[in-house]
């Protein structure tokens, strides 16, 4: 079964590319996993559903732009079908801090648990930069900044929207 949190939103398809039904897409990331994996899927959010397509050619166009030819999308007319959807690319082909990253772009509300401490508070809003990203929450009336990283978060349960973290003191208390 396909579950949607074992992907990271990668790109988007732009347009159509040629006679082929080529498509010319998207790295919407500061990391590309085209450059590092030869990667055979990539996962197409269609009505709400993540639908497969096995890449036959892939190559770098310019800037952070790629062009890709998707098996039995032979035309324009199949290829502008698709046009504009989000891609999405199995989190297998990230770093472990990217699946971390592109997870915490979906946990504002939940609690923030440390493992020693317990219950710490809510999450508030994910901020930051895109290299150096930052849960924001709330602490005894004070706002904590926790940076995005296997060092201080160890588990997001998205099921009971749970972020089991490690943090020192001396982040915790870094603003009083």
């Given amino acids: 079964m396909i579950k949607r949190e074992d992907y990271i939103e990668t790109g988007q398809i732009l347009r159509s590319y040629g006679i082929s039904g080529a498509l010319a ?3 919407n990331l500061n990391y590309n996993p085209f450059e590092n994996y030869q990667i055979d899927y990539i996962f197409i959010d269609i009505d ?3 639908v497969p397509f096995h890449i036959q050619e892939l190559q770098a166009g310019s800037g952070e732009r790629w062009i890709i030819q998707l098996e039995d999308i032979s035309d324009p007319k199949k290829a502008a079908l698709l046009c504009k959807r989000t891609y999405y690319v199995h989190k297998d ?10 997870s915490i772009k979906q946990i504002e509300g939940f ?3 440390d493992i020693y401490k317990g219950e710490l508070g809510i999450v508030q809003s994910l901020g930051g930069t895109a290299d150096n990203p930052l849960v924001v929450f709330k602490f005894d009336e004070m706002e904590v900044l926790l940076p995005v990283n ?7 349960d998205f099921k009971h929207k749970i972020i089991k973290t490690i943090i ?5 208390y870094l603003n009083p």
């Fill in 111 to 113: 609690k923030i648990v």
């Fill in 48 to 50: 709400g559903s993540f």
């Fill in 168 to 172: 020192p003191d001396d982040l915790l």
């Fill in 25 to 27: 897409i998207s790295i």
């Fill in 93 to 102: 082909f990230f770093p472990s801090s990217w699946q971390v990253q592109s």
């Fill in 150 to 156: 296997e060092q201080f978060i160890k588990n997001i």
